[in-house]
C-alpha cells in the first residue's frame, strides 16, 4: 500500500501532464485549420474583391472555428510585406480587458494582386489546471498564446 501512495502521486502528475500537453496541441490544431482555410479566401483575393471589412473578415473566421475555441478570445491580424523574410513574426504583448479578453487591436491590411499577405490568428487558450509542477502557460493566469501563421503571395485576381 505504502509503495502504491509512492508512485501513485508522480503517476498522476504525469497522466495530467500529458493531457493538458495534448488539448494544448489538439487547440493549436485545430487553429492552424482555421488559418489555412481563412488564409485561402485571401490567396484567392476572394476577401479582397468583396470589400470584407476586418469586423466581418474576423466574423467569417469565427464562423469556421471549432466549438472548443471562443471568439471573444481570438485576434485577427492580417499584414503585407515586400518580401517573405520582411513578414511579421514577432509576438505581440497582449493586453486583456476587465472581462479577460484581449483588447489588443491588429493590422488589417488585405493587399493588392501579386502581393505578400501575412495571416496571423492569435488565439488565448485556458490551460487546463493542471499543477504539480507543469506549466504550459506564456500568460499570465494559466493562459497560453496559440498562434497560426499563414503567408503566401496573393494570386493575380481582378
Known amino acids: 500500500m505504502i509503495e502504491f501512495a509512492l508512485v501513485a502521486v508522480p503517476f498522476l502528475a504525469v497522466i495530467f501532464a500529458a493531457l493538458a500537453t495534448s488539448l494544448t496541441f489538439f487547440a ?49 491580424s492580417v499584414d503585407r510585406s515586400t518580401d517573405f523574410a520582411g513578414a511579421a513574426t514577432t509576438v505581440p504583448a497582449i493586453t486583456f480587458g476587465a472581462n479577460g479578453a484581449p483588447t489588443n487591436t491588429t493590422p488589417y491590411n488585405l493587399g493588392a494582386p501579386g502581393e505578400i499577405v501575412t495571416l496571423r490568428l492569435y488565439y488565448v487558450w485556458q490551460l487546463p489546471s493542471v499543477s504539480l509542477g507543469y506549466n504550459l502557460s506564456t500568460l499570465p493566469g494559466g493562459r497560453r498564446l496559440l498562434i497560426a501563421t499563414a503567408v503566401a503571395k496573393t494570386e493575380q485576381y481582378s
Not at 485549420?33 to 468583396?50: D, P, Y
Not at 469556421?64 to 471568439?71: A, Q, W
Open 28 to 76: 493549436q490544431q485545430g487553429l492552424e485549420t482555421v488559418a489555412a482555410t481563412a488564409a485561402r479566401s485571401i490567396l484567392t483575393g476572394a476577401t479582397q474583391s468583396a470589400s470584407v471589412t476586418q469586423t466581418q473578415f474576423k466574423s467569417q473566421v469565427c464562423a469556421t472555428l471549432p466549438i472548443y475555441l471562443k471568439c471573444a478570445n481570438l485576434l485577427v
